[in-house]
């Protein structure tokens, strides 16, 4: 498979500049040129920047706040040797989390237009560095009726985006929050430097175990991995409406080759187009044991590593995912990205 060289390994710095962070106080402190300098020394290659359209669109005098931040960012990483990947999560009109308020991107011509314009925007001022700086489109289109509009949406912006970075990485993910058996989805034009880009958070019993904001999750559910599929059905069906269900035979565990069986379809799909395969988020929400965030971390790094597939772990701290919030099996979590 078609590699994605300076993006190999890498975390997100998700909450810095997005999930509607914007106060300057927060902006000034959550991650300091130390952070990136201790990213750098865990041997990762690069940081996935999420950061939300809000913080780009003028608001009075002077220049909005999000280019002071990722411009620190991009000085910081060139400094201590890693790449990044600049990654709108939120645009107007559309966000991954209903919570946020955002609706109509899809079916608005005036959100288009400000998509267009805030990747343009993107793409003169980052795209004159593409070894070391690519372009994430947009975090976790939902509904699979979207795909059609977002095919349309991609190739104008694509348009928009190569005359001012011809040669910059983009990624572009599918429907079902970048599902990774959505990415056939996808109706990419013809460029040798796009990437397939998906999310994994399989089985999600275990990895959004008691997450407040699954709203099908009961708040005390609490699962132990490794365990057997048919251990996995039975403790989810505690809780009917969850929808996370997994095939395979009941004494069948998950391990490695649950993932190999997820990732399969995606890692054909990018050998056919010849295109990178990318995993933008990954990881265990910290209500789960450390010894199940390892086990955990372990198999989807083995698959990632047998198929040759990029990645980026959610999330470095914080965001109830944050991997500097379990200092006791910090180390063997690193071995694991």
Not at 69 to 87: E, K, M, P, Q, S
């Amino acid at each position: 498979m078609k590699q994605f060289p300076g993006f190999q390994r890498g975390v997100n710095l998700g909450g810095w500049m997005s999930h509607e962070h914007y106060e300057p106080e927060h902006l000034a402190s959550f991650i300091h040129e130390e952070d990136i300098e201790r990213i750098a020394s865990w041997g990762l290659d690069h940081v996935r920047l999420p950061v939300d359209y809000n913080l780009f669109e003028q608001q009075g005098a002077g220049e909005p706040l999000g280019f002071r931040y990722v411009d620190l960012a991009v000085t910081w990483c060139r400094r201590h040797g890693l790449n990044l990947i600049l990654d709108l999560h939120k645009t107007a009109g559309f966000s991954y989390e209903e919570t946020f308020g955002e609706s109509g991107f899809f079916d608005s011509e005036s959100y288009q237009q400000r998509f267009f314009a805030l990747w343009e925007t993107f793409a003169r001022r980052y795209g004159g560095d593409p070894e070391h700086i690519a372009f994430e489109l947009l975090n976790e289109v939902t509904d699979r009726a979207f795909m059609p509009a977002w095919n349309r949406i991609i190739a104008r912006v694509l348009e928009i985006i190569r005359p001012h970075a011809p040669r910059t990485w983009i990624l572009v993910g599918s429907y079902g929050n970048n599902a990774v058996e959505a990415l056939p989805a996808l109706e990419l034009p013809e460029d040798d430097r796009l990437v397939y880009n998906f999310h994994c958070y399989d089985p999600m019993g275990v990895t959004h175990q008691g997450a407040y904001w699954v709203n099908t999750m009961h708040l005390d559910f609490r699962l132990d991995y490794p365990c057997t599929r048919g251990a996995y059905r039975a403790a989810i069906a505690a809780m009917p409406d969850f929808p996370a269900t997994v095939s395979g035979p009941d004494e069948e565990g998950f391990g490695e080759a649950f993932f190999l069986e997820r990732f399969a379809g995606a890692v054909a799909l990018a050998e056919a187009h010849g295109l990178p395969l990318y995993c933008g988020e990954y990881g265990v929400i910290d209500l789960a044991s450390d010894a199940t965030a390892v086990s955990w971390f372990r198999d989807i790094h083995a698959a990632f590593e047998r198929c040759g597939i990029a990645r980026a772990a959610w999330s470095y701290k914080g965001m109830d995912f944050g991997l500097m919030d379990r200092p006791a099996v910090l180390p063997e979590l690193l071995k694991n990205l």
